[in-house]
């Protein structure tokens, strides 16, 4: 664990899809929060020595044999802590604490309102009034122990919201973390901080010295070398890093074939001024060679991933004996890869995590790993980046092959090139940019008939995805004007030799992801 401040609120994940919206609302409160599984083991959690305990919601029924829920050593430990159970979260918490839930006749999802009946320290400076808040739920609270009591209910007779009597635990019926729920911040606010007693003190400029001091310890007078591809994350990776050891760090900057265009010849122009030690390797042949052929994704991240460790371990040989490869691996990414945070299912491999290889020579440093995007991005600003590079959209680690549906060909990623660049010009010049989270050109594997020039096309259809996001947990589509969209199409038909359609993706996620692979 690399945080250090003392001030910390752990979430039990049953698997809510929303879980993550937990960590990410309390940490905008300035206060580090991170996830657990619900079955982790009791050491982990008392080691992380929490100030408060979140019970994250989840699809399964407590009333159900088998359904996700605390061991008895795990559940005498949280008792002692304060506690919010929400929706699942507060099922459980009745349940094991000796009251009785009952089955709803169909499940209530969706906008609610509240009232709020008796004072309690949740709802401080709330009025006695109805709010409107966001439930997804099918069991609800029927009876519950004496040491608890009702605080809020819904119009419609289900127990909203609980407390305790004598200790800081309480539950809520609806989710807090999204902005659906009015009343949302506010409560997590007074929980976090009027009920736990968290101080606001988590912010980039500790962050950054505590990592510091961390990276020196760990790496002792060792080298690093560093998977650099221009953007955000794996920039602020490097200067970090380079902070703390300083020419102990080589980056490596891969051109695997599958950039945007001018790519590389931009990165290397840009990193040259922030005084990195950077190794650039060309490695088109090789991974078009490997790809050749291949159409599934998941094939496609693991072949890129295991190609890309190769190619950093050869480089490591050259400079010597280096003990470890730094990511800028970021906390959605675990998340979504990995489902050990919890019941959770897995969505998708991230090449920084889900790509690599199980046998790998080289000690991981991922410095960023508990970040969200965002603080990313105030990081940088610490750093004192240049703004078109802090705010410059994602790109996927395995580039335009998850963004070319089907085989790779360079004639193909031609064809992309071209439009994406088209995308991101057109985006820039209108002023949206950086009104929205990413934007993006993807090729699709099909061809249609078209008439350009009086003559008959059958040529590529392409999609434009546009999507507004706080931290790439979830997002929505970007409303884009339609004269923009026009310019696009226009633009992108007439200037690029391949493609006589253009479409437009207007899928949230969930359930889509923001990536087509």
């Known amino acids: 664990m690399h945080v250090f401040d003392e001030n910390r609120i752990l979430v039990l994940d049953f698997g809510s899809q929303t879980t993550q919206l937990i960590a990410r609302r309390i940490r905008e409160l300035k206060v580090y929060c991170e996830i657990f599984p619900y079955n982790a083991d009791l050491h982990k959690i008392k080691e992380f020595n929490p100030k408060g305990i979140v019970l994250s919601g989840g699809p399964a029924s407590a009333l159900e044999d088998g359904s996700p829920t605390l061991t008895p050593d795990i559940f005498d430990y949280i008792m002692t802590q304060p506690i919010l159970g929400i929706c699942y979260g507060l099922q459980l918490l009745i349940n094991l604490s ?5 089955k709803g006749d169909q499940r209530e999802f969706g906008h609610t309102n ?11 400076g709330f009025d006695f009034a109805d709010y409107q808040v966001w439930m997804s739920h099918g069991d609800s609270v029927d009876t519950f122990p004496k040491e608890f009591y009702t605080i809020a209910m819904t119009g419609s007779g289900v127990i909203a919201a609980v407390g305790h009597r004598e200790k800081p635990i309480f539950g809520v019926q609806f989710h807090p973390e999204v902005t659906h729920t009015t009343i949302g911040k506010k409560l997590l606010e007074n929980f976090v901080i009027n ?3 968290c101080k606001p003190t988590w912010n980039m400029h500790s962050f950054i010295e505590n990592n510091i001091k961390n990276i020196k310890k760990t ?9 650099l591809s221009g953007g955000v994350d794996s920039t602020v990776t490097s200067l970090i890093i380079n902070k703390a050891i300083g020419k102990q760090l080589t980056c490596i900057f891969v051109n695997n074939g599958l950039l945007r265009k001018n790519e590389a010849e931009i990165v290397l122009n840009f990193l040259k001024k922030l005084d990195l030690n950077v190794d650039f390797v060309d490695a088109t042949d090789r991974f078009l060679t490997l790809l050749k052929g291949v159409e599934d994704p998941e094939l496609k991240r693991k072949i890129i991933g295991n190609e890309f460790i190769q190619i950093f371990e050869e480089e ?14 970021l906390y959605p990414d675990v998340i979504e890869s990995v489902s050990f945070k919890g019941p959770s299912a897995t969505i998708k491999s991230h090449h920084n995590v889900g790509g690599l290889p199980e046998k790998m020579n080289l000690k991981l440093i991922e410095p960023l790993r ?32 998850i963004r070319i549906l089907g085989d790779i060909t360079p004639q193909r990623l031609s064809i992309l090139r071209e439009a994406d660049a088209i995308v991101i010009d057109e985006l820039k010049k209108s002023g949206w940019y950086r009104k929205m989270w990413q934007g993006f050109a993807v090729l699709l594997p099909i061809r249609t008939v078209g008439v350009m020039g009086d003559e008959r096309t ?40 391949g493609i006589n359609r253009v479409c437009f993706d207007i899928s949230s996620k969930p359930p889509a992801t923001i990536e087509w692979e």
């Open 98 to 102: 000796g009251g009785t839930l009952i």
């Open 370 to 401: 508990e970040l969200f995007k965002d603080e990313v991005r105030e990081l940088g600003k610490e750093l004192e980046m240049p703004e078109d590079l802090i705010f410059r959209h994602p790109f996927p680690g395995p580039g335009l092959a």
């Open 195 to 197: 009920i736990c007693k």
């Open 114 to 124: 509240i009232e709020y009946q008796k004072k309690s320290l949740l709802f401080n």
């Open 458 to 497: 059958y040529e590529n259809v392409l999609a434009i995805r546009a999507v507004d996001s706080l931290d790439a947990m979830t997002a929505d589509w970007t409303r884009l004007p339609y004269d923009l969209l026009a310019r696009l199409s226009n633009r992108i038909i007439n200037e690029v030799k």
């Open 316 to 329: 490591a040989k050259k400079l010597g004996d280096v003990q470890y490869l730094a990511q800028g691996t």
């Open 219 to 227: 790496v002792g007078n060792e080298k690093v070398i560093c998977a």
